[in-house]
């Protein structure tokens, strides 16, 4: 269907001043973009009037769904009370403050100090100067190197993109930045695993790999090590069992801070409100965004356990830090329903547990296509690996021209999945319906059936 003259207007709009995130300008700008102005539920909709079933909850992120009323009102009420107000100066706000209440109600353990940004990339600078200011109060000055992972996501800020491990975001700004290591291989069993390579005996393999970058370094020079319990934007890989206990005892033994990033796996996505919680680890610091205020407002937060915080509180010089829209009360009072509405319909609970066991059914039922080589997930997130030969893994091409190609044929077949080379990623609404996973996995295999069709 041609596209209508709404469409075309926009995309004239768009393609005259718009640069988009992570986007080859001059392709997007040919192409047009897809516009899309609205949603409900689990449902986006184009300019055109197609309804597409978004697989992906926005960026990761719409865990309520889209539309919520009682969010609209939220919003309304908190803009008509108190639009701004900062938290500089020896100010609070109400909502700021029972946010931080409730946040530090859902995180396990001591990590009750909260501190607000407003994204996931913010949260992570804030958390590496946070943790360079404890071990400077600590008295060891040069335990500043932060370690992370091979084809972790962490943001894109300068600080962001150096703590992830994807070269393509990092040489073309000169990054990453001094302090910041990578480890591999990449805890994914699927991708990385060695023939014949139990699970477990992977799990260690790569847990002893962070082990080695900590002796190479010197113990004494690493201030803490990152990962996202389940990786996410890298490739959607699920750890292998008993990797995040081992590395938690690794950095117990050097005395390595340990950090969770759950900007993904926060609020409920992998089943808990957190995915240390999942995966069976007790960090020292939590990043999350996104599920936070089901990503209808901007907001983020870093929560510290007693052990970094209370250097920090107990320290005569100034914290230094923040922005002038950390805590914004719209932003707080928005986070607040929407905590509220994932626990009122038990969306961390009973609801999400059935929808996740749903939705892990259809996804395994997947591995009978002949293009899928494995799926793998937990709660509402689901990987499908697209592979020419089932046996040896092998890819149809290095280039992920197969998973550009099966992404193309969602968006026709009404649903959104995201590639990353030719790994394709579901992350559905945490409020999906069982009549909207049966429909949504009815489209993924159609889509499926036409890439396939198309390599033959
Ligand atoms: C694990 C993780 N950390 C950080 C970020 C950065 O968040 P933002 O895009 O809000 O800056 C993301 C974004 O996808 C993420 O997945």
Redesign the pocket.
Known sequence: MAPSNLTRHIQALDSAHHLHPFTTHHELRAAGPRVINRARGVYIYDADGNEIIDGMAG??CVQVGYGNAELAEAAREAIETLSYYNHFFQTTTPAAAELAAVIASKTPADLNQILFAS??????DSATKLIWYYWNLQGKPQKKTIISRAR??????AI?ASLSGLPFMQGIFDLPLPRFHHVAPTPCYYQYGAPGESEEAFAMRCARAVEDKIMELGPENVAAFVG?PVM??GGLMTPPKGYWPEVERICRKHDILLWS?????GFGRTGSWFGCETYGFTPDII?M??GMSSGYQ?I?AVALNARVAEPIIAADSEMAHGFTYSGHPVAAAVALKNIELLERHQLVGARGAAAAAKFQAGLNALQDHPLVGETRGVGLLGAIELVRNKETRERWSASGATGVKCRGHCFASGVVMRAVGETMFLCPPLVISDAEIDELFVRVRRALDLTWRDLH
């Open positions: 960026l990761w994204s996931g990339s913010e949260a992570n972790g996501y962490h943001g894109s800020t962001g996202e996410g934007a990033d759950e900007v993904i796996c990043t965004a996104k901007p983020s």
